[in-house]
């Protein structure tokens, strides 16, 4: 019997600016939130998923009318310290 995965439905926000690790744009991001499936090797860790952008918040909300607003940007690098470096020391 396969088990039911007890992961939440994403959350969508729209966020100013819409940012991630290699851009930075002056529009509003809509993106998806969610965790990592227990399949990954980022299992249990925020997944954060661009859907789209809109150069004002009036479209983005119209495109997503269940997304919340955000305050500000929610990107955030992913600082894994719990990994092991080169010399296999972890922090």
Known sequence: ??????QRDPERVIEYPSAGATYSHPAYGVYSYGEY???SVLA???RRVFLDSFPT???AQAAYPDATVGAGCGFA???ML???DEDG???
């Open 1 to 6: 019997m396969a088990r039911k995965s007890k």
């Open 57 to 59: 918040l009036a479209e």
């Open 82 to 84: 719990d990994l092991p």
């Open 37 to 39: 499936p227990r399949s």
């Open 89 to 91: 020391r972890t922090y």
């Open 44 to 46: 249990g860790r925020v």
């Open 77 to 79: 690098p992913d600082a």
